[in-house]
């Protein structure tokens, strides 16, 4: 259950906190007091996208915190369940199942979210001025996602124009299989169709006109024979650029070398032949005077030096090869390194990639006779699982449609309708075994663009229509034809009640879904909001002080001016305040209208 809901800075309220009671509680007040910001406080916390011109004038940010007790979620087990609050009624994704979560605590685990203390859940949510977001999980940051799925497990919002959405084929078959239980049997026929979807995916790929295909092998077979045989080592470049800076030099390195070689010892004045004298020189020095002997061993060390630099200068001039074939060879190996970045990479590992990654494709397009056969095996499988988990689900579809109608019959009469008829139509366009013929990319032969045959859906095969009828005596006709929107809101609140026994959502909160009734029908309402309360926590914002009056807790919005600013603030009422709110509601403070509230109130 929802314990506690603390909002702070947004729209009219500045700092409010809501403590929540088990069973059904209603919110009541004025028009304009501030009603609807605890349902747009709820809705944020729970995964909406955030306005931020709901933060309140003078304020840069404002949060929403809410604490819920989550003791039966927390050993829940893996399910599955129609989308609802974060999926409107005209999207496709209505027709969707949504895999449900493992234990709660095992989903926190898996998103790196602390863990609940004391059974406590604690969503917070704060959004900026500037458009920044943040997100908490038991004040662990989180995303936007997270919120919203962890949301959907908790509260179900029922406002005062959802009723609409029953309108939609989609979701009358969300709220069927609900009630029958049927989600994994759907869930598991809407994996078959996404598989089934892979393979076409891939069998579309594959399936290219014979034109193109040739001219795919054609350039794939030109790009993987050039690399291969280029034979590229990855570190080649560095090595041939530095070869062929060698020997398209080769001339000049061979006279710069002669010449060093000239200086050194090819001439009487060269630097050996000075050196001879030198040494001779020094010897006599040192005849004379023995100390002199460190300047002869200097001597030395630097002969033996220039010896060894005539070696070296010999040897290298001896490598240097004047060879034009072998430059030429260089030149064009360089070439075609340039040309092969140019089409497949900035490098020799690039390029040596890109040719691997042709290799693969060509390979699997010479192969695609042998892979398509493949993939059209898969498919012939999968297409006859599909037709049995389909045929398996509409029958299990038909054995629920008089239970939900019967069902939801009895919640219509206590609403009021008390000669009604609740019917489900349900069609299954498909003929025989084949879903072969359920293609969905077949083109209608009249050019019309039109499906030949249904399209596989991952819901199922069937298409159901819920059919009412208010009066005895008529027809039940299709929800969409009903005009008064009392009614359909009562339809609604009837389905939602019958669904209340079905899922495990803890909290169903109901935002002025009691509009256009009165009278009878109105103390109806409030007595099924008291009943869904017996299972579930039911939090209801209300006009009406005939579904306000049998709520276990009973709070009022009020808008109050401090200090020159106008402020909303919520009050749980004691008995003495509930008689004063629900003779305001009954149209003033006279003593009949009170002593009617005290009589509600027994």
Same mark, same amino acid.
């Given at each position: 259950?929802?314990?506690? *809901?603390?909002?702070?800075?947004?729209?009219?309220?500045?700092?409010?906190?809501?403590?929540?009671?088990?069973?059904?509680?209603?919110?009541?007040?004025? =028009?304009?007091?501030?009603?609807?910001?605890?349902?747009?406080?709820?809705?944020?916390? +729970?995964?909406?996208?955030?306005?931020?011109?709901?933060?309140?004038?003078?304020?840069?940010?404002?949060?929403?915190?809410?604490? %819920?007790?989550?003791?039966?979620?927390?050993?829940?087990? #893996?399910?599955?369940?129609?989308?609802?609050?974060?999926?409107?009624?005209?999207?496709?994704?209505?027709?969707?199942?949504?895999?449900?979560?493992?234990?709660?605590?095992? &989903? +926190?685990?898996?998103?790196?979210?602390?863990?609940?203390?004391?059974?406590?859940?604690? /969503?917070?949510?704060?959004?900026?001025?500037?458009?920044?977001?943040?997100?908490?999980?038991?004040?662990?940051?989180?995303?936007?996602?997270?919120?919203?799925?962890?949301?959907?497990?908790?509260?179900?919002?029922?406002?005062?124009?959802?009723?609409?959405?029953?309108?939609?084929?989609?979701?009358?078959?969300?709220?069927?299989?609900? %009630?029958?239980?049927?989600?994994?049997?759907?869930?598991?026929?809407?994996?078959?169709?996404?598989?089934?979807?892979?393979?076409?995916?891939?069998?579309?790929?594959?399936?290219?006109?014979?034109?193109? &295909?040739?001219?795919?092998?054609?350039?794939?077979?030109?790009?993987?024979?050039?690399?291969?045989?280029?034979?590229?080592?990855?570190?080649?470049?560095?090595?041939?650029?530095?070869?062929?800076?060698?020997?398209?030099?080769?001339?000049?390195?061979?006279? /710069?070398?002669?010449?060093?070689?000239?200086? +050194?010892?090819?001439?009487?004045?060269?630097?050996?032949?000075?050196?001879?004298?030198?040494?001779?020189?020094?010897?006599?020095?040192?005849? $004379?005077?023995?100390?002199?002997?460190?300047?002869?061993?200097?001597?030395?060390?630097?002969?033996?030096?220039?010896?060894?630099?005539?070696?070296?200068?010999?040897? &290298?001039?001896?490598?240097?090869?004047?060879?034009?074939?072998?430059?030429?060879?260089?030149?064009?190996? *360089?070439?075609?390194?340039?040309? *092969?970045?140019?089409?497949?990479?900035?490098?020799?590992?690039?390029?040596?990639? %890109?040719?691997?990654?042709?290799?693969?494709?060509?390979?699997?397009?010479?192969?695609?006779?042998?892979?398509?056969?493949?993939?059209?095996?898969?498919?012939?499988?999968?297409?006859?699982?599909?037709?049995?988990?389909?045929?398996?689900?509409?029958?299990?579809?038909?054995?629920?449609? #008089?239970?939900?109608?019967?069902?939801?019959?009895?919640?219509?009469?206590?609403?009021? %309708?008390?000669?009604?008829?609740?019917?489900?139509?349900?069609?299954?366009?498909?003929?025989?075994?084949?879903?072969?013929?359920?293609?969905?990319?077949?083109?209608?032969?009249?050019?019309?663009?039109?499906?030949?045959?249904?399209?596989?859906?991952?819901?199922?095969?069937?298409?159901?229509?819920?059919?009412?009828?208010?009066?005895?005596?008529?027809?039940?006709? #299709?929800?969409?034809?009903?005009?008064?929107?009392?009614?359909?809101?009562?339809?609604?609140?009837?389905?939602?009640?019958?669904?209340?026994?079905?899922?495990?959502?803890? $909290?169903?909160?109901?935002?002025?879904?009691?509009?256009?009734?009165?009278?009878? =029908?109105?103390?109806?309402?409030?007595?099924?909001?008291?009943?869904?309360?017996?299972?579930?926590?039911?939090?209801?914002?209300?006009?009406?002080?005939?579904?306000?009056?049998?709520?276990?807790?009973? &709070? $009022?919005?009020?808008?109050?001016?401090?200090?020159?600013?106008?402020?909303?603030?919520?009050?749980?009422?004691?008995?003495?305040?509930?008689?004063?709110?629900?003779?305001?509601? *009954?149209?003033?403070?006279?003593?009949?209208?009170?002593?009617?509230?005290?009589?509600?109130?027994?």
């Amino acid at each position: 259950m929802l314990t506690t *809901l603390r909002i702070k800075n947004l729209a009219l309220v500045a700092d409010l906190t809501l403590e929540l009671q088990p069973g059904c509680n209603v919110v009541t007040g004025e =028009t304009g007091a501030g009603k609807s910001i605890i349902i747009g406080a709820l809705n944020l916390v +729970l995964g909406e996208r955030a306005d931020r011109t709901l933060i309140r004038s003078g304020s840069d940010a404002c949060s929403v915190e809410a604490v %819920f007790d989550v003791c039966a979620l927390l050993a829940r087990k #893996p399910e599955r369940r129609a989308p609802s609050r974060h999926v409107s009624a005209d999207d496709d994704q209505l027709a969707e199942t949504v895999l449900g979560a493992p234990a709660l605590k095992t &989903y +926190l685990d898996e998103n790196g979210l602390e863990p609940c203390n004391d059974n406590q859940l604690v /969503l917070k949510r704060t959004f900026t001025s500037a458009g920044t977001n943040l997100q908490f999980v038991n004040g662990s940051p989180t995303t936007l996602n997270v919120l919203a799925t962890i949301g959907e497990w908790l509260v179900d919002i029922h406002g005062p124009h959802d009723h609409q959405s029953l309108l939609h084929p989609a979701k009358q078959l969300a709220i069927l299989d609900a %009630f029958g239980g049927l989600e994994n049997e759907r869930g598991a026929f809407g994996d078959l169709v996404h598989r089934r979807a892979v393979l076409e995916t891939e069998k579309s790929a594959l399936i290219v006109d014979e034109k193109s &295909y040739a001219q795919q092998l054609d350039l794939l077979r030109f790009q993987v024979k050039e690399i291969e045989s280029a034979r590229l080592h990855p570190d080649e470049e560095e090595q041939v650029t530095q070869e062929h800076n060698r020997a398209s030099n080769a001339a000049k390195l061979l006279q /710069l070398s002669q010449a060093a070689l000239d200086l +050194l010892s090819e001439n009487e004045n060269s630097l050996l032949t000075q050196a001879g004298v030198m040494g001779r020189t020094l010897q006599e020095l040192q005849r $004379v005077d023995a100390g002199a002997s460190a300047l002869t061993e200097l001597h030395s060390q630097a002969a033996a030096s220039f010896g060894e630099l005539q070696a070296e200068l010999s040897r &290298y001039a001896d490598k240097v090869d004047v060879d034009p074939a072998r430059l030429a060879e260089l030149e064009e190996r *360089l070439n075609l390194i340039q040309s *092969l970045k140019r089409k497949y990479g900035a490098t020799l590992a690039e390029i040596i990639a %890109f040719g691997e990654d042709a290799g693969e494709k060509l390979q699997s397009l010479e192969s695609r006779d042998a892979e398509l056969a493949r993939i059209n095996a898969a498919l012939a499988k999968l297409d006859g699982e599909l037709s049995r988990a389909g045929k398996n689900l509409s029958a299990a579809r038909r054995k629920v449609i #008089p239970q939900l109608a019967k069902a939801a019959a009895k919640q219509l009469a206590d609403l009021g %309708f008390k000669q009604s008829k609740f019917d489900v139509e349900i069609t299954t366009p498909f003929v025989g075994d084949e879903v072969t013929s359920l293609k969905p990319n077949e083109s209608h032969p009249d050019g019309s663009g039109l499906t030949s045959s249904p399209t596989i859906r991952s819901t199922g095969f069937d298409e159901i229509e819920f059919q009412f009828s208010p009066n005895l005596g008529e027809p039940p006709k #299709p929800l969409r034809a009903i005009a008064s929107s009392g009614e359909m809101a009562r339809v609604m609140l009837a389905l939602k009640t019958v669904l209340a026994a079905q899922d495990e959502i803890p $909290v169903l909160i109901f935002d002025e879904v009691d509009a256009n009734i009165g009278g009878e =029908t109105a103390n109806a309402v409030g007595e099924k909001m008291k009943q869904i309360a017996a299972k579930r926590q039911v939090l209801c914002i209300t006009h009406l002080p005939q579904v306000a009056a049998p709520a276990d807790a009973h &709070y $009022v919005v009020t808008k109050q001016v401090k200090d020159g600013r106008t402020i909303s603030e919520i009050t749980l009422l004691d008995r003495k305040s509930r008689v004063t709110e629900l003779a305001r509601m *009954l149209g003033g403070q006279s003593d009949a209208a009170r002593k009617h509230a005290e009589a509600m109130l027994k």
